[in-house]
C-alpha cells in the first residue's frame, strides 16, 4: 500500500540538483513565488520532481497561513505533469490521469486516462474487476478510471493533523464512495479508534470526490466503490 503524502513528502529522496534544493527549502518557509520560480528553472533543465512539484503547486494553487499565495492554474500544471511523465515519473503520470477524469486544466478524456495510469503502473484491482463484470462491457473502463483517480486522489490529499502524530503509529482506513449519494463514509479502520486520522481520511476522500465528480455511467448505475488508504510514521 503506498503512503499518503504530507506536506512536501513527495519532494523527498530527489536527485541533487542546486535549484530543486534550494527550491524545497523555500517552500518549507512559505516563500512560495522563490520556490515557483526555482522549480521552474530546475523543471526546464529537465529535472522531473521538480516538474512535478510545479504541477503541484499550480494545480489547485498554493498558500501560506497569513502569507504568501499562488493563484491555480490548472492547464499550466497538466503541462508540467505531462513533461514529468514523459521523462517516467510515475507519479506525476497518475495525477495527470485524475486530472482527465476531472476534466481539470485538460478536456474529460477517460481513455487518456487509462493510458497515463497505464504508463504509471496502476490497474484495477481483481476484485474491482471482478465487481465491474456486473456492469455493461461499455461503461467498465470510465467506472474503473474513476475509481483509480478517487484513490491517486485521496492518497494525495490526506493531511494526517501534525499536532496528533505519534512515532509508530499505523493507520488504514477503507472508504466507501457512493456516486448517486455524491457521499464517503468509512466502512472499515485499522487505525486503533484514531478519530483524527478516520477524520483525515474521510476529508481527503471528500476532496477527491469534488476534484473527480462521478461520471455519468456511475450516476447512472448508482455505482459505488472502495478504496484503502494507509499511514504510516517511521
Not at 159 to 176: D, H, S, T
Not at 199 to 209: G, I, N, P, Q
Request: charged fraction near 25%; avoid cysteine.
Amino acid at each position: 500500500m503506498r503512503r499518503a503524502a504530507l506536506a512536501v513528502a513527495f519532494l523527498v529522496a530527489a536527485p541533487a540538483f542546486a535549484d530543486f534544493d534550494f527550491a524545497v527549502r523555500q517552500l518549507r518557509r512559505g516563500n512560495l513565488k522563490q520556490a515557483h520560480d526555482e522549480f521552474l528553472a530546475a523543471a526546464k533543465e529537465g529535472h522531473v520532481v521538480a516538474a512535478r512539484a510545479l504541477g503541484q503547486m499550480l494545480e489547485r494553487g498554493h498558500r501560506v497561513e497569513k502569507g504568501e499565495r499562488l493563484e491555480a492554474q490548472p492547464a499550466e500544471a497538466a503541462r508540467w505533469y505531462r513533461k514529468a511523465a514523459e521523462g517516467g515519473d510515475k507519479i506525476s503520470a497518475e495525477l495527470l490521469a485524475a486530472m482527465y477524469m476531472g476534466g481539470r486544466g485538460v478536456p474529460y478524456d477517460v481513455d487518456e486516462a487509462l493510458r497515463l495510469f497505464e504508463k504509471a503502473g496502476r490497474a484495477p484491482s481483481q476484485s474491482t474487476i471482478t465487481a465491474l463484470a456486473a456492469y455493461p462491457a461499455g461503461d467498465r473502463s470510465e467506472l474503473a478510471a474513476w475509481g483509480m483517480a478517487l484513490y491517486v486522489l485521496m492518497a494525495r490529499e490526506l493531511r494526517y493533523p501534525r499536532n496528533e502524530q505519534r512515532k509508530g503509529f499505523e493507520g488504514r482506513v477503507v472508504i466507501l464512495f457512493d456516486a448517486a449519494a455524491g457521499t464517503v463514509e468509512v466502512v472499515q479502520s485499522k487505525t486503533e479508534a484514531d478519530e483524527a486520522f478516520r477524520l483525515a481520511a474521510l476529508e481527503s476522500a471528500a476532496t477527491a470526490m469534488r476534484l473527480a465528480p462521478p461520471p455519468e455511467s456511475a450516476l447512472r448505475h448508482k455505482f459505488r466503490t472502495e478504496a484503502e488508504v494507509a499511514f504510516q510514521l517511521l
